[in-house]
């Protein structure tokens, strides 16, 4: 990318703004009321799972949840008794998921540290480091987990036609951008840095690809990381691509900085004035501007 000598240290300062107040306004806050690892993994399965559409919604779903969960979100799991949770979350709601979704999704993780030990040594199965990124270990983790045995929940080993749980696991084989997967690997496979948690070892970061959000989607189209208009799997790792010239190692670092940018910065790409304070003004050119007025 020949303007890498000028992206590189705006997106390097937009990485160094990330902020408490960000965190805090991300599903991945969650993750960070827990110190035990084993924990956190636990958590971040379930914060991600219901990490779509507005971030209110997102944020008060994730509280009725974990306000069941207690203390230790892996001890529940451990103790997880189908025909009690379908009680408990009777009247839960989360956009077109229901209760019984949940249940089948904390009953996954069940069966996943029953199988395996650890959500990470069950994904791990189906991943090979060798390869130029996760496009594999993905449709083998989410066809892994939809064949696993959801009797307990739905009376029946697989999720029921009216059923919503297999929108919990897409795959890259069916297009799908995977955004909530793509973020949870982020949050457990990247270095520690005050955002991430790095509780995960056995997939090297530079593997990774990025989770592609509305934010994403725009954003990375104004900065010239792809040109396509679906967000599928292919702008996922087009967009990837132009970063990984960037960070070859850890290419999806700036993620979080460039997602809350309209999080909880509210770009929007047609506000000139906000435009003009944003801190990657200079490289960002949404439809309609004159990007030589502000270099």
């Keep these: ?27 991945l806050s969650f993750c960070h009321r827990y110190d035990a690892p084993r924990d ?14 507005g971030i209110k919604i997102i944020l008060r779903t994730l509280e009725t949840i974990f306000a069941e969960l207690g203390p230790s979100p892996r001890q529940f799991i451990e103790k997880f008794d189908p025909e009690s949770g379908l009680k408990t979350f009777s009247r839960f709601k989360h956009r077109f998921n229901d209760g019984r979704d949940l249940c089948a999704l904390l009953w996954g993780i069940r069966m996943m540290l029953e199988q395996s030990g650890s959500v990470e040594s069950f994904f791990l199965a189906g991943h090979d480091n060798t390869t130029e990124d996760i496009t594999a270990a ?34 890259p084989a069916s297009g799908s951008a995977c955004k909530r997967l793509c973020m949870f690997l982020r949050w457990v496979a990247r270095p520690a840095d005050g955002i991430d948690l790095g509780i ?3 997939i090297a970061p530079s593997r990774l690809i990025i989770p592609v959000d509305t934010h994403i989607q725009r954003i990375c189209g104004y900065l010239g990381f792809t040109c396509r208009k679906n967000a599928d799997w292919r702008m996922a790792q ?7 010239r960037l960070d070859p190692l850890d290419p999806i670092r700036y993620d979080f900085s460039l997602a809350h940018l309209g999080i909880s910065e509210r770009c929007s790409g047609n506000d000139p ?13 949404p439809p ?4 030589r007025k502000r270099r």
């Design 40 to 53: 956190q993994e636990v958590a971040a399965v379930i914060a991600s799972t219901f990490a779509y559409g």
């Design 238 to 244: 087009e967009i990837t691509g132009h970063l990984r």
């Design 288 to 291: 309609g501007t004159d990007a």
């Design 200 to 202: 995960w070892h056995g």
């Design 138 to 171: 993905l449709n083998c983790y989410t066809s892994t987990v939809l064949s696993l045995d959801y009797s307990p929940v739905f009376g029946q080993p697989n999720a029921p036609a009216n059923s919503y749980f297999p929108f919990m696991f897409p795959a």
């Design 1 to 27: 990318m020949d303007t890498s000598n000028r992206i590189y240290p705006l997106l390097e300062n937009l990485y160094a703004s990330r902020s408490k107040l960000h965190l805090a306004n991300d599903p």
């Design 273 to 285: 004035a906000a435009c003009l304070t944003c801190s990657i003004a200079g490289i960002c050119t």
